[in-house]
């Protein structure tokens, strides 16, 4: 069993509801602390209400379970964060600035860094986006994650701090409902089909994403983190990729299995934003590095999907 003490900052988000359990197989029920700003009912593990604004709070935590590891996923996202800019810039910002201090001045070992494919703007290609692309990022949240993955190296090196990340790209999965990102459809319509509802696509039929399906998007962060330190040469945020579609596509795989099913297509100001991402991704470096690559392409993890769900809301219909 792993003697690390492992730390999740954002622990009730998309990913972090589902990292929790895979680091708590990994490492120990007891070895796994879950943080964030509202507590959740029923949760198994070990729980603490932390505001990751609070420097002194995070400190606190480092210090009273020793921890070793920490995986600061906290942040406000794409779309969320267009509402209130400036507000987003602060809180994201200073939420990642207080964990890269407090494990600087600390035992931390280790710290995890989510990046995302939303740093990527049109000076980037659209297919095949390298790693070294330049970074002219379309929102706010983007900005905010460029500047941490070169806070990240700064911190890497200046003060050796073991700091890893990832460029997401879409994630989706059947556990919990996303938090107001640009690839959200990509969750939202896999409920909306097993609920026999007319789905409303806030991004035209057409727009090209690279996505990722939760278990290799959970699997990647773990490999990544498990990875020997000298085989770790990016020290901004790798690239992954997994699968690229667009909402016609995933439409179509829903079809064969839900032959009535019925999408509108309504693009938003979400749609602005799509257009300047990444169309598809080249891993090269994350497989070379670290061996990353994916398990699930979009069939399968349609299947996936469906059946979760499925299992998910004839048990809310049962109670």
């Not at 494919?117 to 970074?135: H, K, R």
């Not at 938090?179 to 090209?208: P, Q, R």
């Not at 064969?256 to 891993?283: G, L, M």
Request: aromatic share 12%.
């Amino acid at each position: 069993m792993s003697k690390d003490i492992i730390l999740i900052i954002g622990a009730n988000g998309q990913l972090g509801s589902v990292l929790i359990k895979e680091l708590q197989t990994i490492h120990g029920i007891h070895k796994v602390i879950a943080s964030d700003v509202y507590s959740v009912p029923n949760f198994e593990g070990i729980f603490e209400l932390l505001d990751a604004t609070d420097k002194a709070a995070i400190h606190e935590i480092v210090k009273q379970y020793s921890v070793t590891q920490i995986y600061h996923l906290a942040a406000i996202l794409s779309a969320k964060g267009e509402e209130q800019p400036l507000w987003t810039w602060d809180l994201n910002m200073k939420m990642m600035l207080n964990v890269f201090e407090v494990a600087r001045l600390t035992a931390i070992n280790k710290v995890f860094f989510p990046s995302s494919i939303a740093v990527f703007g049109d000076q980037a290609p659209l297919e095949n986006t390298p790693q070294s692309a330049f970074l002219n990022p379309a929102t706010v949240y983007g900005i905010s994650k460029a500047a941490g993955e070169n806070w990240a190296q700064y911190y890497f090196t200046n003060y050796g701090l073991d700091i890893r990340s990832i460029r997401y790209p879409g994630v989706i999965g059947y556990q919990s409902m996303p938090g107001g990102g640009t690839t959200d459809y990509a969750v939202d319509i896999y409920h909306s089909a097993v609920k026999k509802e007319t789905y409303g696509c806030f991004l035209s039929a057409d727009t090209k994403l690279p996505m990722v399906f939760m278990a290799d998007a959970i699997r990647a962060t773990v490999e990544l983190m498990e990875a020997p330190k000298e085989n770790i040469k990016t020290r901004t945020a790798y690239n992954i990729g997994a699968m690229s579609f667009n909402p016609g596509e995933i439409f179509a795989e829903i079809k064969k299995v839900y032959p009535t099913f019925e999408v509108e297509y309504q693009p938003d100001f979400r749609q602005d934003i799509a257009n300047k991402w990444p169309k598809s991704i080249d891993d090269s470096e994350a497989r070379n590095d670290w061996n990353w690559e994916p398990k699930y392409n979009l069939k399968l993890m349609t299947a996936l999907m469906l059946e979760k769900l499925e299992d998910k809301y004839n048990t809310i219909k049962s109670k």
